[in-house]
């Protein structure tokens, strides 16, 4: 079944895995286009998979290494997750900051979170839902501490 999680334009700038010490490096790539010019003159909003191999730039501060890579989505993710037999995985360290937050919050209002609320509008409820909630505050806070 596609999710709209599936389907989700990249920023231009998020966090991989370093290819040589699988610490948190920045990516750097052209965003996915999100219209089409259509032969009619129009214009079709595109929906872009996210499960795909893109090349860009990286750069780590942990090893200092830099370069052109390939990173395949999500396996490359930084910020990636089991949650409840469900692969979570964020763009970047505010994003999973926001998640928790968000899950953990009484008033879970996304509007809290302007920074990342483009992706807590993707977010399956699966991973926010009241009964998965006390795995995705582990998991979650646990991918927070793995980071510097
Ligand atoms: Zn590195």
Redesign the pocket.
Known sequence: MSHIYDYFTNPSEFSVM?P????E?LFETPSDPIEKQMPSGGLRIIRNNVHKKRIGLYK?S??G?QGKTTISWPNDAYYKAEIKGKLFWAWNRDNVIATLSFVTSKHRDKKDYPESLKFLMHLPSHFISAKNRPDAIKKLTKLLGNSA
């Open positions: 370093c040589k010490c699988e610490n490096a780590c942990s090893c290494t």
